[in-house]
Nanobody
């Protein structure tokens, strides 16, 4: 099984940028479909972005399309989420998730393995 550790969260002003990273270990990273999810206080965990094993197929939530970019470096066993033009409503704990499935999933139940999360706070 794969272990996932997120990093790169922090406090940023609206309009700013952050890049989240998710380091994978313990298994063959390139065999996993990967995703980013987020959860704000009092809200359910929601899909942000997902990517297939090669990086050639990506999906985004409408709320982040055009502002966020998901990517992966299989040689470094790392998943990334570049977040630009951040808004206060992007404030949440961000989680990376992985699964050995064939197709990219866009719901939390599609993913078996999860990181511990990293806090992103966007001030207005």
């Amino acid at each position: 099984q794969v272990q996932l550790v997120e990093s790169g969260g922090g406090l940023v002003q609206a309009g700013g940028s952050l890049r989240l990273s998710c380091a994978a270990s313990g298994s063959t990273f390139s065999s996993y479909v990967m995703g980013w999810f987020r959860q704000a206080p009092g809200k359910e965990r929601e899909f942000v972005a997902a990517i297939n094993w090669s990086g050639g197929i990506t999906y985004y939530a409408n709320s982040v399309k055009g502002r966020f970019t998901i990517s992966r470096d299989n040689a470094k066993n790392t998943l990334y989420l570049q977040m630009n033009n951040l808004k206060p409503e992007d404030t949440a704990v961000y989680y990376c998730a992985g699964d050995r499935r064939v197709r990219v999933g866009v719901t939390a139940k599609d993913y078996q393995y999860w990181g511990q999360g990293t806090q992103v706070t966007v001030s207005s």
